[in-house]
């Protein structure tokens, strides 16, 4: 019934109550003590409409639970590792900027944009396990290589994070 509700909220529009509707068919689908395979299609779709309404912490917590309870499948790690990513993007675009004014940067404030470097370096690795996961299971050879060159990529990434890192213990250097 509230999945039903969820998805009519869904498609008119207001993802809020989709969300509240997934919380509540979930819950009740632990007190009913469903069957793993259908808790998951719960915290699946709950999974989906909380990345929509931009709760990626919530997201990502819940994508943990979910390959806890199917650790084979791909679409999870995918699923998880793009969600990493993300979140990666948009602290590295918001620390990009801070970096373009090193210059004008107090040490503090060097600090504070290093402790941001190296929670994107996290991210990436987590990211890059997730798809390094997905290359494993993958079946079919292309997807797989896909995930391998996206696990390579995000190795690149935490070199170049690191060498920010590296400018940034230089500036404090010099202050």
Request: net charge negative.
């Amino acid at each position: 019934m509230y999945t039903i509700k969820a998805e009519v909220s869904k498609q008119n529009g207001d993802n809020s109550s989709a969300e509240e509707f997934l919380k509540q068919a979930y819950d009740l689908a632990i007190k009913n003590n469903e069957s793993p395979e259908k808790l998951t299609n719960h915290m699946a779709a709950l999974f989906d409409i909380l990345f929509l309404n931009d709760k990626k912490n919530e997201a990502l917590n819940l994508s943990e639970a979910l390959i806890e309870n199917d650790p084979e499948n791909v679409l999870l790690y995918s699923n998880a590792g793009a969600l990493y990513q993300n979140i990666l993007l948009d602290k590295q675009s918001k620390a990009n900027s801070l970096l373009s004014k090193i210059e004008t940067l107090n040490e503090q404030q060097l600090e504070d944009l290093k402790l941001i470097y190296k929670d994107c370096i996290e991210l990436a690795g987590k990211a890059r396990e997730n798809f390094l996961m997905c290359n494993q299971f993958e079946l079919d050879e292309i997807k797989a290589e896909q995930y391998y060159s996206e696990a390579k990529r995000l190795k690149q990434i935490v070199n170049e994070l690191k060498s920010y890192i590296r400018k940034i213990d230089k500036k404090i250097d010099e202050l």
